[in-house]
């Protein structure tokens, strides 16, 4: 290989480089679609794959705007339909098998075409877009027209297809639905006619719906009026009213996932839920099929839901998930299930073949299976899937005649580098991310994600095998490179480690070590030439902190396998010196970067912008980190991240992007010359590629699209191939040896067993019944032992090493921790013994102060999470209070709040009310001032009105005047409404109710609302009025509890003055009366411990300190106080209060005996006993007149209360009343609200009606324009066919008149001749194909016409041959007759064609015409409709809803037995009734008075004796009073008080004298007191006398007490006998005069009943008698 200035002398001979396609391989992520017979395609990337069935040969068919769309194709015609995905995509359609393009189509459509699908007979293509179009679209592919199109928004269809038996009808199916579309064509107009199935519900049964518009089950509310549809309710009167159900009334319909026709025009479709529907093709009607089951088998599968239909004879053919294709055959209304063909794999399409000899069986993972049906069927694998797209890929050594793929699921494939024939599958069963080929050896590399390095023996490409596995480390490998010369294997890690092994399998694959680098790792690069013993590497990671590129390089020498001991430390790690690791960074990112062969500088891949840049290294040698500038900036074509590669003789730099194009490069100039794209950026551009040493071989790997592409070279030579070729052929010189000692080694390697598959579906049958949805199909290895990395091992053994090196300084070690240990427990069992003041904390004996460290900061982010949470739970507690608060508390003007009784259980509530908001304000406002102006409207009106009429009434006003007055009554009577015509009690709360309209007026709608506004108007007031009287009565209860406190300290003082056991009864408030303490958190409510800061802590104790302090000292300063204390008790004067407790002291002489007492010391103690009688006796006193004052301010605390109390029960009662009155005025409300509510759904609806019946009518205009149009263009149609006919029938008679010039023998051969038509022999099907394809026949297809005509023509030639001339005609004339009779055929076709045009037009007229009569019927009932809704609506405005005050008793009926309906009543006015009855009441009370003047007649006999009785009393009374009077006695002193100016003076002078006198009398009584003594010891002798005189005397006395008691007896026997008499009399008395009243009371009785029954008479003659029929 030439380098340097030689290359730059060098030319390119030949033309321009260029790259094809050679081969695509790819699987289908779509259905899969015949062609023909014996050939189906799918698509996959940017091209279309073609595969022959029994050859197996691909053919390619690329989109050049990328990647391919949905893919159709049509059988008869053997095109291919796909759509591209750029913006404003494009349907091309191209020929097979020449695959030239046939038309392109172009549409409107924005982003995507999701179906398209061929009629099965016709040039029609149906295509269907995603959003936002969601666009149906019907195309006459071949004059590249849209026929007619119509959307419907939002709906995803999931398929699409055209009915076999008839392109008129277009089946679609979404998720939840399934819709028959019927197109219709008139001459050259086609229309779409869709119509919803109705499908039913998810248990298969159906659902009886009633119609929305027009409801006819509604029932009628004689009451509350008309009774609306649900729509009306709601308020929609657009479209959506049409189809609006409220959600309680929405089922769950069946879930439609798949569909297919029957030759009967019918459809079968498949649902989620497992239910198989049948659907009428003509009348839509859907039938659930039975399943008929039979006896269970054990291992019988559960169809859980069919996810692809095809239609077979007697039934179809059914598949799901779980791989079974199922036969379903159907009989009526039933169908049996039957085993058909198992696949082991879900299956995901089912498709036969156009002559259905073969059945095409899709897998969910790709793969295509055939099923050929005959004597012996069989199933072939057409197309072997891999599970999943490839993650890498790489040339087998030498790189041209095998490659290999990975997959993500651990899939190795070896394929065949010519037509890309799979050769061999090996499965590593662990998901893997990368491959590398070794270029010395036949091995390859695969990287896990389980970081392990799996090597694969592919010596034997038709049976690889695991040679090695070495696993690095647990996190996983992203790069695997071999180095040009297959010396090392690099090894990259998601951590950063680059693992360098020996790509040598007789060195076992030895690992040498490994280097850190950057994490993730963006690409490894390596240079090894030939003439050198080292390789260079080099390492991109980013740096994604500071937006930079870092770059490691590091040199490997070739001997480094032999002293890797030396290069790397006991833990594996190769020392940085020993390699020259050095390192580089770029300013910018980048996502690519590769070391030239030269070793001098990095061309790399920028990230942000589209540039390829080189960097040159510096020369000399230096340390840290180094910053390269970019030396070469080239800009790139290509977009997206890219990735650089270098060819095997590092003359060429290819490019791959997001963009996917792949482009080569000069080395040196960075110029591209040559290009590719292969992929799209819709897949996201090309993953990777690969260029075989030769460089003849490319292969591309896209990204998403799943699809692998092989590139040849065309006109690549001179110097560009030389180049290559030559420095391929040295390369494998060099290795020659090395490969034939690797491969021999190979050879006789013994494979290792890691429980490898060779096939997935060969493990599906084992796991497939428990896993069905698994992605890939692998089987799990478990190793008893679990392994341990290289990196861990190695970390382990060099532990192991120091802990033998030091295990004599670690014996000693342990040895002092446990002395230590020992210590520190002592220590610790000496502190449990000290006092508390001296004992450590258990923490503090802690030795490991980090560990301490670490559990402090652990339980203090432990608290401070707990403080988070807590502080959050309680932030968000507060702010919920604060909602409620400011709700339920802020926001009103007057707080809810109770007050309860004394007493009794009585609780009042005031009401809690919000303020009025500006805007009612202002509403009220508005309507108050209306109301006004409308007062003084109508009293101007009747001014007016009284002027007028008193001009024309002059002369009579004085005949009028009685009538004038008469009306000015009721005027004023109508001013003031009774209660019972307001509908409420709102007037005794003193409102306002002049302004409202009565109840009898309220026709309109505005009348209404003012009405609603003045009603709660009157609300609040009476709100407002009762929570006046609620303050007034607070106050007066927050006045009489702190009246009842204050008497309480008074009765509190005398209790303990009283030394009493009674409990003073306080009134307090509770929580309901005082409802703002519960907003507010009291110390005594807060069960948990405060928490108290230390600083807060000591703050207390130094207070607390400084007020003892202060208190000691001012103790020790009031020697005062003091000194009170000690002589009097505290206080200088001794009050009244204190008596109780005073106490005089004893005589210290009491302690002695009686007899030991002094003459003094007995005065002395009698004067102690009089001391204490005394206070004793003022102890007597003072408690009565406590007790005396406890009573009294007992009996007025409780008098008050209770005065309170029954001041409360009467606010109870006007609480309640107050009640009633808002709930009136609410009734009347709500029925107002009612009335508004009934009239807003009257309008609504006939507002529906109004824009449906607009609807109806231009929808009747469309129709009745169509029925013009379609009348137009068959009259002008029958034109043409009539001139046709006619031209026709001239050419039939002018026959004779062109030939008659020949014989007429001859004319008449001729005409026979020209009647004569040649008989077109029908292609003969064979019986087997019929008897296999259901559909037969496609009818109408033109082509068949087409065809006809062609054959037609043909057997015509046949006719015109000149064999077939008559004798002796002229040549010419047989000439002249042949291209007459050709064009009288030509003329029959033309007929025939038109004639069926013709019936055609006249069928699509008819449906337009049943059409138009169908909407007219719907518009004449709208009419009806709308017709019916005014009449109702006015009566709803003419029958009013008030409300009546009646009072209890007027109405009660028994049982209850109230009729509601009376169509024939009126409401009259009460005055009527209450007249009536007032005149039948007099004529009662006029002959009850009459009756009861005869008996008034005898009672007044006795009511004037009765009288002159009572004033004869009375009479007495006067005179005892008159005597009273006059013998009052009226003393001097009354006399003086009355007469004396200065009473008072002179009482103070007598009292003086009094007292003065009173001394004087004292020291007399004393006086008098010692005779008296005296004189008692002398009567003591004289009594002792009388008391023997009184024992004599007493013994006389028993005498005259027997004498008294005989004759007391005496007295009483006679006086009994006078009393008997007397009580006899009485009797006798009492009881003629019980007669006398009883007889009274008869006639009295007898006068009432007669008085009754006239009455009841008259009222029968007043009252109408309501008499049940």
């Known amino acids: ?121 016709g040039t029609y293509l149906a295509s269907y877009s995603s959003l936002p179009e969601f666009e149906l679209a019907l195309w006459n592919w071949e004059s590249n027209v849209i026929l007619c199109k119509k959307s419907q928004p939002g709906v995803d269809v999931s398929q699409m297809s055209f009915n076999p038996m008839n392109w008129h009808q277009l089946c679609l199916t979404s998720p939840s639905t399934v819709s028959v579309w019927t197109i219709e064509r008139s001459n050259q107009e086609h229309y779409f006619k869709p119509k919803l199935v109705k499908l039913p519900l998810e248990d298969g049964s159906f659902l009886n719906e009633m119609d929305v518009i027009f409801p006819q089950s509604v029932p009628k509310d004689p009451i509350y009026g008309p009774v609306l549809p649900l729509s009306a309710i709601a308020g929609l009167v657009g479209e959506e009213a049409e189809t609006f159900r409220p959600k309680d009334d929405v089922y769950p319909l069946l879930h439609p996932t798949m569909h297919c026709w029957t030759p009967t025009s019918d459809l079968y479709v498949g649902c989620e839920e497992g239910h198989l529907l049948m659907i009428n093709g003509d009348t839509l009607k859907a039938t659930v099929l039975n399943k008929i089951e039979e006896e269970p088998q054990l291992d019988r599968r559960n169809l859980i839901s069919p996810v692809t239909l095809v239609y077979q004879k007697e039934g179809v053919f059914a598949s799901g998930i779980d791989g079974v294709v199922y036969s379903f055959t159907i009989k009526d209304s039933s169908y049996k299930v039957e085993d058909f063909l198992e696949i082991e794999r879900p299956i995901e399409h089912l498709m036969f073949s156009p002559s259905y000899k073969m059945l095409l ?366 420095y391929s052929q040295r390369l494998l010189t060099s290795l020659i040896s090395t490969m034939d000692e690797e491969n021999y080694y190979l050879s006789t390697a013994p494979e290792i067993s890691l429980d490898l598959g060779s096939e997935p579906e060969h493990t599906i049958q084992q796991d497939m019944r428990t896993s069905i949805d698994s992605s890939q199909d692998e089987l799990v290895s478990t190793d008893v032992i679990k392994e341990i990395p290289w990196i861990q091992q190695k970390s382990q053994e060099a532990i192991k090493k120091e802990v033998n090196l030091f295990s004599e300084k670690r014996k000693e070690i342990k040895r002092g921790i446990k002395a230590l240990a020992k210590t520190v427990l002592k220590m610790m069992e000496e502190n449990e013994t000290v006092d508390n003041i001296a004992k450590l904390e258990q923490c503090e004996f802690g030795l490991d102060l980090e560990e301490l460290k670490r559990l402090n900061d652990e339980s203090e982010e432990e608290v401070a999470k707990m403080r988070k949470d807590a502080e959050m739970y309680n932030l968000a507690k507060s702010y919920l209070a604060e909602l409620i608060k400011e709700e339920c508390w802020r926001s009103m003007v007057v707080k809810g709040r109770a007050l309860k009784c004394f007493h009794i259980p009585y609780v009042v509530e005031n009401f809690p009310m919000k303020d009025r908001t500006e805007e009612e304000q202002k509403e009220l406002e508005r309507v108050i001032q209306q109301k006004k102006i409308e007062a003084e409207c109508l009293k101007l009106r009747k001014e007016i009105v009284e002027v007028h009429s008193a001009i024309g009434l002059v002369k009579k006003h004085h005949e009028e005047d009685d009538e004038e007055e008469e009306e000015e009554d009721k005027i004023a009577k109508n001013a003031n409404l009774p209660n019972y015509l307001l509908g409420s009690l709102s007037t005794d709360f003193g409102v306002d109710t002049s302004l409202l309209t009565s109840q009898l007026e309220l026709h309109s709608r505005e009348e209404k609302i003012n009405q609603i506004i003045l009603l709660k108007d009157i609300i609040y007031k009476v709100k407002t009025a009762f929570n006046r009287e609620f303050d007034a009565a ?92 000690d002589m009097m008790g505290g206080v200088l004067e001794v009050k009244k209060e204190d008596i109780l407790r005073m106490v005089i002291p004893q005589p210290p002489f009491m302690t002695k005996p009686d007899a030991m007492w002094t003459e003094e010391e007995r005065k002395e103690f009698k004067d102690y006993e009089k001391k204490v009688k005394e206070l004793n006796e003022e102890k007597d006193k003072y408690r009565k007149s406590l007790e005396a004052e406890l009573k009294k301010l007992q009996n007025s605390i409780q008098e008050s209360t209770q005065n309170f109390d029954e001041h409360l029960k009467r606010l109870f009662e006007r609480r309640v009343k107050a009640e009633m009155v808002v709930n009136q005025e609410e009734l009347k409300i709500n029925n107002l609200v009612f009335s508004l509510l009934l009239d807003e759904e009257l309008s609504s609806r006939e507002l529906f009606l109004s824009n449906y019946l607009a609807k109806q009518q231009q929808e009747k205009s469309q129709t009745s324009e169509a029925i013009r149009k379609s009348r137009e263009d068959l009259d002008m149609y029958k034109e043409e066919y009539d001139n046709l006919l006619a031209e026709d029938k001239i050419l039939d008679r002018s026959f004779k008149k062109e030939f008659s010039e020949i014989p007429s023998h001859q004319v008449d051969t001729l005409y026979k001749l ?293 004759r007391k007896d005496i007295c009483n026997a006679m006086g009994s006998k006078l009393t008997c008499e007397k009580i006899v009399q009485e009797r006798h008395e009492n009881m003629m005069q019980q007669q006398k009243l009883t007889n009274i009371s008869k006639q009295q009785a007898e006068e009432i009943s007669i008085l009754q029954a006239e009455v009841e008479r008259l009222r029968m003659k007043t009252f109408p008698a309501l008499v049940k029929m």
């Not at 191209?94 to 007979?121: E, I, M």
């Open 1 to 121: 290989m030439a380098h340097g200035p030689e290359r730059e002398d060098t030319s390119y001979s030949g033309g321009s480089p260029t790259l094809s396609v050679r081969w695509v391989q790819g699987f289908p992520k779509q259905h899969v679609h015949f062609v023909n017979d014996n050939t189906f395609c799918y698509a996959s990337g940017n091209y279309v794959i073609f595969i022959d069935i029994e050859t197996k040969k691909k053919t390619v068919l690329q989109c050049i705007n990328g990647i391919v769309g949905v893919v159709a194709t049509n059988i008869p015609y053997e095109v291919v339909a796909f759509s591209d995905r750029k913006p404003k995509p494009l349907i091309h359609i191209y020929n097979f098998p020449g695959l030239t393009r046939r038309t392109k189509l172009k549409g409107n459509v924005l982003l995507d075409y999701t179906l398209l699908t061929f009629s099965y007979c």
């Open 361 to 726: 069986i899709q897998t969910d993972k790709g793969s295509v299976y055939i099923y050929t049906f005959g004597e012996k069927p069989t199933l072939d694998k057409v197309l072997d899937a891999c599970d999943g797209k490839f993650l890498a890929i790489d040339f087998v050594t030498p790189g041209t005649e095998h490659f290999m793929t990975l997959t993500h699921s651990g899939e190795v494939c070896v394929w065949w580098m010519e037509d890309c024939t799979c050769v061999s599958k090996i499965y590593l069963n662990t998901p893997a991310m990368v491959l590398a080929c070794s270029p010395s050896s036949l091995c390859a590399a695969v990287g896990t994600v389980e970081g392990s390095v799996h090597f694969i023996n592919v010596q034997d490409p038709e049976s690889p095998q695991v040679l090695h596995k070495a696993f690095l480390s647990e996190s996983s490998v992203q790069h695997l490179v071999y180095d040009q010369r297959g010396l090392f294997l690099l090894v990259g890690t998601s951590e950063g480690n680059v693992f360098i092994l020996n790509a040598k399998p007789t060195s076992s694959f030895q690992i040498i070590g490994f280097t850190e680098v950057g994490k993730d790792i963006l690409q490894i690069s390596t240079v090894s030439l030939l003439e050198t013993d080292i390789v260079e590497v080099l390492a991109l990671s980013p740096l994604p902190e500071t937006g930079r590129s870092r770059l490691e390089m590091f040199t490997l020498p070739v001997i480094l396998p032999h002293v890797s001991a030396t290069f790397a430390d006991e833990r594996g790690r190769l020392r940085d010196e020993f390699i020259h690791k050095y390192l580089y960074e770029v300013d910018h990112s980048l996502s690519s970067a590769v070391l030239d062969f030269q070793s001098n500088q990095i061309y790399g891949f920028c990230n942000q912008v589209p540039y390829i840049c080189s960097y040159p290294l510096p020369e000399e040698e230096h340390s840290g980190v180094c910053i390269l500038k970019p030396y070469q900036k080239v800009q790139s074509k290509q977009y997206g991240p890219g990735i650089l590669y270098l060819s095997s003789h590092g003359l060429w730099l290819a490019t791959i992007a997001k963009c996917g194009i792949l482009c080569i490069r000069d080395i040196y100039s960075l110029e591209t010359f040559a290009r590719c794209r292969s992929h799209s950026h819709q897949g996201h551009g090309i993953q990777s590629m690969r260029i075989s040493a030769n460089g003849e071989n490319i292969l591309v790997n896209g990204t998403d699209d799943g699809t692998l592409i092989y590139l040849k070279w065309r006109h690549l030579g001179g110097n560009l191939a030389t180049e290559i070729f030559d």
């Open 1034 to 1125: 607070y106050k007066q209860k927050v006045f009489e509890i702190a009246r009842v406190k204050e008497r309480n300290v008074r009765i509190q003082e005398i209790i303990l003055d009283l030394e009493l056991e009674e409990k003073v009864w306080q009134p307090e408030f509770e929580d309901c009366e005082m409802p703002e303490r519960m907003l507010v958190v009291e110390n005594e409510e807060i069960t948990a411990r405060k928490h108290v800061n230390p600083w807060q802590k000591a703050k207390a104790e130094l207070i607390t300190i400084h007020e003892m302090e202060r208190r000691l000292q001012s103790q020790s300063t009031d020697t005062r106080h003091r000194a009170l204390n």
């Open 1314 to 1606: 020209f009647k004569r038509r040649p008989r077109i022999h029908k292609q003969k099907t064979h019986t087997e194909t019929t008897s296999i394809v259901p559909f037969g026949e496609r009818p109408g297809s033109g082509k068949l016409n087409r065809d006809n005509f062609a054959q037609l023509m043909k057997a015509m030639d046949e006719l015109d041959n000149i064999h077939n001339m008559p004798e002796g005609l002229d040549p010419s004339v047989w000439d002249h007759f042949c291209a007459t009779r050709r064009t009288k055929v030509e003329n029959e076709q033309k007929v025939k064609q038109k004639a069926a045009g013709l019936m055609e037009m006249v069928a699509f007229l008819r449906k337009r015409v049943e059409e138009d009569e169908k909407v007219q019927q719907e518009i004449e009932k709208v009419f009806h409709e709308l017709i019916l809704l005014q009449e109702e609506k006015v009566k709803f405005q003419l029958n009013l809803t008030i409300q009546i005050l009646l009072k209890q008793g007027q109405v009660e009926l028994e049982n209850f037995q109230l009729v509601l309906d009376y169509p024939d009543a009126i409401l009259i006015n009460k005055t009527i009734i209450e007249d009536l009855n007032s005149v039948i009441r007099t004529q009662g009370q006029k002959k009850v008075a009459s009756m009861m003047e005869t008996k008034e007649v005898h009672k007044g006999i006795y009511q004037i004796e009765w009288e002159h009785k009572k004033m004869e009393m009375e009479m007495e009374d006067l005179n005892q009073k008159a005597w009273d009077i006059q013998m009052l006695f009226f003393s001097r002193d009354r006399q003086k008080y009355l007469n004396e100016p200065n009473y008072e003076s002179l009482i103070s002078i007598q009292i003086g004298i009094m007292e003065q006198t009173i001394a004087v009398i004292d020291k007399t009584h004393k006086k008098n007191v010692e005779n008296c003594k005296k004189l008692l010891k002398k009567l003591g002798k004289f009594s002792n006398q009388k008391d023997v005189a009184n024992y004599s005397l007493s013994c006389n006395l028993r005498e005259e007490l027997v004498a008294v008691s005989e």
